[in-house]
């Protein structure tokens, strides 16, 4: 729930979009055209990208999920900001 931006560990990202154990990769938000043409694997049918969503209509989307990756990169940043650290 999100989109995709360099907080985030887009290696993997697009390891687990080109992995073949993988439906389907949702990401319900936003993400650039500089990042998609970087991670090609993000360009796939089997990865669906939203773009921006109203914050009320997030909850829906996290209903259909069957699992979750929060992939935060290992920074500095992240460490001190993430309430997932």
Not at 35 to 64: C, F, Q
């Amino acid at each position: 729930l999100g989109g995709l931006s360099d907080r985030l560990d887009l290696d993997l990202v697009s390891r687990v979009a080109a992995s073949p154990a993988v439906g389907t990769l949702l990401v319900a938000g936003p993400v650039s055209d500089r990042i998609v043409k970087a991670y090609p694997a993000l360009a796939s049918d089997r990865v669906v990208i939203t773009g921006r969503l109203p914050h009320e209509e997030m909850h829906r989307y996290a209903l259909a999920m069957d699992a979750a990756l929060i992939p935060y990169a290992r920074t500095e940043l992240n460490y001190f900001c993430s309430p997932m650290r």
